[in-house]
Protein backbone atom coordinates (compact mmCIF):
# COMPACT_ATOMS: atom_id res chain seq x y z
CA UNK A 1 0.00 0.00 0.00
CA UNK A 2 1.35 3.44 -1.31
CA UNK A 3 0.08 5.86 1.55
CA UNK A 4 -3.35 4.05 1.59
CA UNK A 5 -3.42 3.17 -2.47
CA UNK A 6 -2.81 -0.05 -3.72
CA UNK A 7 0.52 -0.30 -5.58
CA UNK A 8 -0.45 0.29 -9.35
CA UNK A 9 1.43 -1.83 -11.11
CA UNK A 10 1.00 -4.78 -13.36
CA UNK A 11 1.45 -8.60 -11.81
CA UNK A 12 3.70 -9.24 -15.06
CA UNK A 13 6.11 -6.72 -14.49
CA UNK A 14 9.56 -7.34 -13.30
CA UNK A 15 10.31 -5.25 -10.16
CA UNK A 16 13.22 -4.21 -11.94
CA UNK A 17 11.64 -2.42 -14.58
CA UNK A 18 9.76 0.07 -11.98
CA UNK A 19 11.12 2.81 -9.66
CA UNK A 20 11.63 1.95 -5.70
CA UNK A 21 12.05 4.06 -3.06
CA UNK A 22 14.58 3.65 -0.73
CA UNK A 23 17.08 4.18 2.14
CA UNK A 24 20.70 4.03 2.96
CA UNK A 25 21.35 2.76 6.21
CA UNK A 26 18.05 2.95 6.82
CA UNK A 27 17.65 1.41 10.82
CA UNK A 28 20.14 4.86 12.20
CA UNK A 29 17.32 6.99 13.23
CA UNK A 30 18.94 6.21 16.75
CA UNK A 31 22.65 5.02 16.65
CA UNK A 32 25.73 5.82 18.00
CA UNK A 33 27.85 8.68 16.84
CA UNK A 34 25.21 10.20 15.05
CA UNK A 35 27.22 13.34 13.15
CA UNK A 36 28.96 10.52 11.41
CA UNK A 37 26.54 7.76 11.11
CA UNK A 38 23.33 8.69 11.54
CA UNK A 39 21.59 8.63 8.08
CA UNK A 40 17.97 8.66 8.87
CA UNK A 41 15.66 10.67 10.79
CA UNK A 42 12.60 8.17 10.69
CA UNK A 43 11.94 4.54 12.20
CA UNK A 44 11.27 1.86 9.84
CA UNK A 45 7.56 1.59 10.52
CA UNK A 46 7.25 5.56 9.71
CA UNK A 47 9.68 4.61 6.59
CA UNK A 48 6.94 2.50 5.14
CA UNK A 49 4.30 4.80 6.03
CA UNK A 50 6.08 7.06 4.16
CA UNK A 51 6.57 5.17 0.67
CA UNK A 52 9.87 3.12 1.09
CA UNK A 53 10.06 -0.01 0.04
CA UNK A 54 13.89 -0.72 -0.50
CA UNK A 55 15.57 -1.02 2.92
CA UNK A 56 19.11 -1.51 3.70
CA UNK A 57 20.02 -3.55 6.80
CA UNK A 58 23.75 -3.40 8.06
CA UNK A 59 24.20 -6.51 10.81
CA UNK A 60 26.29 -7.35 13.11
CA UNK A 61 26.56 -11.61 14.12
CA UNK A 62 26.48 -11.88 18.21
CA UNK A 63 26.04 -15.39 20.05
CA UNK A 64 22.09 -14.54 20.92
CA UNK A 65 21.38 -13.04 16.99
CA UNK A 66 21.90 -10.38 14.35
CA UNK A 67 21.92 -6.88 15.36
CA UNK A 68 21.48 -3.58 13.71
CA UNK A 69 25.05 -1.51 13.35
CA UNK A 70 26.46 1.36 10.66
CA UNK A 71 30.39 0.52 10.84
CA UNK A 72 31.50 0.76 14.02
CA UNK A 73 28.44 1.89 15.25
CA UNK A 74 25.68 0.38 17.64
CA UNK A 75 21.52 0.54 16.50
CA UNK A 76 19.21 1.13 19.06
CA UNK A 77 14.84 0.85 19.08
CA UNK A 78 14.42 4.00 21.20
CA UNK A 79 15.94 7.75 21.73
CA UNK A 80 17.47 6.76 24.89
CA UNK A 81 19.71 4.18 23.53
CA UNK A 82 19.47 1.78 26.00
CA UNK A 83 17.53 -1.20 23.99
CA UNK A 84 20.13 -2.81 21.43
CA UNK A 85 17.68 -3.05 17.84
CA UNK A 86 17.48 -6.52 16.71
CA UNK A 87 17.29 -8.22 13.64
CA UNK A 88 14.14 -9.85 14.95
CA UNK A 89 12.32 -6.55 15.75
CA UNK A 90 13.08 -5.52 12.27
CA UNK A 91 11.86 -8.35 11.12
CA UNK A 92 8.80 -8.54 13.05
CA UNK A 93 8.11 -4.63 11.74
CA UNK A 94 8.22 -5.93 8.00
CA UNK A 95 6.19 -8.90 8.50
CA UNK A 96 3.80 -6.91 10.09
CA UNK A 97 3.65 -4.09 7.28
CA UNK A 98 3.40 -6.82 4.80
CA UNK A 99 0.30 -8.77 6.72
CA UNK A 100 -1.49 -5.36 7.04
CA UNK A 101 -0.54 -4.85 3.47
CA UNK A 102 -0.41 -7.87 1.02
CA UNK A 103 -0.42 -6.39 -1.91
CA UNK A 104 2.94 -4.64 -1.15
CA UNK A 105 6.43 -5.98 -0.94
CA UNK A 106 9.70 -4.81 0.82
CA UNK A 107 13.26 -5.71 -0.77
CA UNK A 108 15.43 -6.14 1.66
CA UNK A 109 19.46 -5.54 1.10
CA UNK A 110 21.62 -7.63 3.69
CA UNK A 111 24.81 -6.95 4.77
CA UNK A 112 27.21 -8.01 7.11
CA UNK A 113 28.93 -4.40 7.93
CA UNK A 114 30.81 -5.51 11.44
CA UNK A 115 33.10 -8.69 12.37
CA UNK A 116 35.09 -10.72 10.15
CA UNK A 117 33.66 -10.94 6.81
CA UNK A 118 32.41 -14.76 6.94
CA UNK A 119 30.62 -16.88 4.58
CA UNK A 120 28.73 -18.72 8.03
CA UNK A 121 27.25 -15.32 7.93
CA UNK A 122 24.37 -15.81 5.64
CA UNK A 123 23.64 -19.59 7.11
CA UNK A 124 23.39 -18.37 10.41
CA UNK A 125 20.81 -15.77 9.21
CA UNK A 126 18.89 -17.85 7.15
CA UNK A 127 18.91 -21.03 10.23
CA UNK A 128 17.94 -18.18 12.57
CA UNK A 129 15.60 -16.20 10.54
CA UNK A 130 14.06 -17.76 7.40
CA UNK A 131 14.10 -21.60 7.62
CA UNK A 132 10.64 -22.32 8.35
CA UNK A 133 9.54 -19.04 7.21
CA UNK A 134 9.98 -19.63 3.50
CA UNK A 135 7.00 -18.72 2.42
CA UNK A 136 6.99 -14.88 3.73
CA UNK A 137 10.54 -14.21 1.60
CA UNK A 138 11.32 -14.07 -2.49
CA UNK A 139 14.80 -15.92 -1.81
CA UNK A 140 15.10 -16.63 -6.06
CA UNK A 141 18.24 -15.71 -7.72
CA UNK A 142 15.96 -14.81 -10.54
CA UNK A 143 14.71 -10.81 -10.84
CA UNK A 144 10.57 -11.42 -9.95
CA UNK A 145 7.55 -10.35 -11.13
CA UNK A 146 5.58 -8.56 -9.01
CA UNK A 147 3.02 -10.99 -8.57
CA UNK A 148 6.05 -13.07 -7.51
CA UNK A 149 6.93 -10.71 -4.36
CA UNK A 150 3.58 -9.16 -3.10
CA UNK A 151 3.30 -9.88 0.20
CA UNK A 152 7.12 -10.94 1.14
CA UNK A 153 10.68 -9.52 1.51
CA UNK A 154 12.87 -9.84 -1.27
CA UNK A 155 16.07 -10.62 -0.33
CA UNK A 156 19.00 -8.93 -2.11
CA UNK A 157 22.14 -10.80 -0.42
CA UNK A 158 25.75 -8.59 -0.32
CA UNK A 159 27.17 -11.14 1.71
CA UNK A 160 28.75 -13.97 0.55
CA UNK A 161 28.28 -17.97 1.14
CA UNK A 162 29.95 -21.02 0.26
CA UNK A 163 29.01 -22.59 -3.19
CA UNK A 164 27.93 -25.63 -2.05
CA UNK A 165 25.42 -24.34 0.50
CA UNK A 166 24.27 -21.67 -2.55
CA UNK A 167 23.67 -24.75 -4.89
CA UNK A 168 21.33 -26.55 -2.49
CA UNK A 169 19.34 -23.24 -0.37
CA UNK A 170 17.88 -20.96 -2.52
CA UNK A 171 19.83 -17.33 -1.09
CA UNK A 172 18.20 -14.28 -3.02
CA UNK A 173 19.13 -11.83 -5.26
CA UNK A 174 23.06 -12.38 -5.69
CA UNK A 175 24.41 -8.92 -4.71
CA UNK A 176 27.31 -10.51 -2.78
CA UNK A 177 30.28 -9.54 -5.55
CA UNK A 178 29.39 -5.70 -5.19
CA UNK A 179 32.69 -3.58 -6.16
CA UNK A 180 33.39 -0.87 -4.09
CA UNK A 181 33.50 2.36 -5.99
CA UNK A 182 34.24 5.10 -3.31
CA UNK A 183 36.03 8.03 -4.75
CA UNK A 184 36.05 6.98 -8.01
CA UNK A 185 34.26 9.61 -9.92
CA UNK A 186 34.23 8.65 -13.79
CA UNK A 187 31.14 7.98 -15.50
CA UNK A 188 32.35 3.77 -16.12
CA UNK A 189 28.96 1.98 -15.24
CA UNK A 190 29.76 -1.14 -12.42
CA UNK A 191 28.09 -4.78 -13.61
CA UNK A 192 27.18 -7.17 -10.46
CA UNK A 193 26.14 -10.37 -12.05
CA UNK A 194 23.03 -12.16 -10.78
CA UNK A 195 22.83 -14.95 -12.79
CA UNK A 196 24.20 -16.25 -16.14
CA UNK A 197 21.27 -13.92 -17.74
CA UNK A 198 20.17 -11.21 -15.26
CA UNK A 199 23.19 -8.27 -13.69
CA UNK A 200 22.44 -5.27 -11.78
CA UNK A 201 24.27 -1.83 -12.27
CA UNK A 202 25.16 0.30 -9.70
CA UNK A 203 26.36 3.49 -8.50
CA UNK A 204 27.44 4.23 -5.26
CA UNK A 205 30.34 6.72 -4.51
CA UNK A 206 30.29 7.25 -1.82
CA UNK A 207 33.40 8.94 -0.77
CA UNK A 208 32.75 11.33 -3.62
CA UNK A 209 31.31 15.48 -2.20
CA UNK A 210 27.89 16.02 -3.36
CA UNK A 211 28.40 18.42 -6.46
CA UNK A 212 31.04 16.23 -7.53
CA UNK A 213 28.97 13.10 -6.96
CA UNK A 214 25.76 14.65 -8.49
CA UNK A 215 27.56 15.93 -11.77
CA UNK A 216 30.09 13.22 -12.21
CA UNK A 217 28.85 10.52 -11.57
CA UNK A 218 25.03 10.24 -10.18
CA UNK A 219 23.34 12.33 -13.05
CA UNK A 220 25.32 10.53 -16.07
CA UNK A 221 24.24 7.20 -14.65
CA UNK A 222 20.35 8.39 -14.34
CA UNK A 223 20.92 9.66 -17.65
CA UNK A 224 22.06 6.71 -19.36
CA UNK A 225 20.80 3.54 -17.34
CA UNK A 226 17.53 1.73 -18.63
CA UNK A 227 16.15 -1.30 -16.94
CA UNK A 228 14.58 -3.96 -18.09
CA UNK A 229 13.60 -7.37 -17.21
CA UNK A 230 17.07 -8.37 -16.98
CA UNK A 231 18.88 -5.77 -15.44
CA UNK A 232 18.43 -3.42 -12.12
CA UNK A 233 19.55 0.00 -12.20
CA UNK A 234 20.85 0.78 -8.18
CA UNK A 235 21.05 4.26 -7.73
CA UNK A 236 22.54 5.37 -3.96
CA UNK A 237 22.05 9.56 -4.09
CA UNK A 238 23.17 9.28 -0.60
CA UNK A 239 27.17 9.81 0.28
CA UNK A 240 29.39 9.53 3.65
CA UNK A 241 31.13 12.79 2.31
CA UNK A 242 31.19 15.16 5.29
CA UNK A 243 31.76 18.96 5.18
CA UNK A 244 33.84 20.02 8.55
CA UNK A 245 32.21 20.33 11.88
CA UNK A 246 28.86 19.09 10.02
CA UNK A 247 26.83 16.07 10.07
CA UNK A 248 25.55 14.11 7.15
CA UNK A 249 22.33 15.71 6.97
CA UNK A 250 23.96 18.69 5.57
CA UNK A 251 25.22 16.74 2.65
CA UNK A 252 22.01 15.20 2.15
CA UNK A 253 20.21 17.95 1.78
CA UNK A 254 22.71 19.16 -1.01
CA UNK A 255 22.43 15.71 -2.88
CA UNK A 256 18.54 15.50 -2.35
CA UNK A 257 18.47 19.32 -3.62
CA UNK A 258 19.77 17.59 -7.01
CA UNK A 259 17.53 14.85 -7.13
CA UNK A 260 14.28 17.02 -6.53
CA UNK A 261 15.01 18.82 -9.86
CA UNK A 262 15.93 15.95 -11.63
CA UNK A 263 12.77 14.45 -14.00
CA UNK A 264 12.35 10.85 -13.22
CA UNK A 265 9.88 9.78 -16.10
CA UNK A 266 12.36 8.23 -18.11
CA UNK A 267 14.55 6.47 -15.54
CA UNK A 268 13.71 3.27 -13.94
CA UNK A 269 15.45 1.78 -10.72
CA UNK A 270 16.42 1.35 -7.21
CA UNK A 271 17.32 4.52 -5.30
CA UNK A 272 18.45 5.01 -1.97
CA UNK A 273 18.65 8.35 -0.11
CA UNK A 274 20.27 9.27 3.90
CA UNK A 275 17.63 11.99 5.35
CA UNK A 276 14.63 11.58 2.52
CA UNK A 277 11.70 14.19 3.19
CA UNK A 278 8.25 14.93 1.78
CA UNK A 279 9.22 15.84 -1.78
CA UNK A 280 11.90 12.90 -2.12
CA UNK A 281 8.76 10.52 -1.27
CA UNK A 282 5.99 12.31 -3.43
CA UNK A 283 8.75 12.14 -6.38
CA UNK A 284 7.69 7.99 -6.27
CA UNK A 285 4.30 7.74 -4.35
CA UNK A 286 2.63 10.16 -6.87
CA UNK A 287 1.90 10.62 -10.24
CA UNK A 288 3.54 7.95 -12.76
CA UNK A 289 7.18 7.29 -10.55
CA UNK A 290 5.48 4.84 -8.59
CA UNK A 291 4.75 1.03 -9.58
CA UNK A 292 3.26 2.27 -13.16
CA UNK A 293 4.17 0.62 -16.61
CA UNK A 294 5.29 3.33 -18.85
Known amino acids: MVRGEKMN ?10 NLFGTHDSLTAFVDMEKV ?20 VRLNRKKDGFYLVHSLADCYEDEEKKIPLSFSAVLRNCLDFLKENPDEFIVMSVKQDRGIQSRFFFPAFYSQYIKGNEDKWYLSSEIPTVK ?6 VLMRRCKVFPKYKKNTLCGLDFSHWRDQGKKWSEKIYPVRLSKTQKATVQDRYGLAPERKWHKCAKPFLDSCRCDGDNICVHFISTAYRYKNESL ?45 R
Open 148 to 153: ECRGKI
Open 37 to 56: CRCQTLTLREQLASGVRLID
Open 249 to 293: VRTAEEMNGYFKNYDLSESKGWFFFDFPDEDIAEKFTQGDNYGKE
Open 9 to 18: CPDSRKISEI
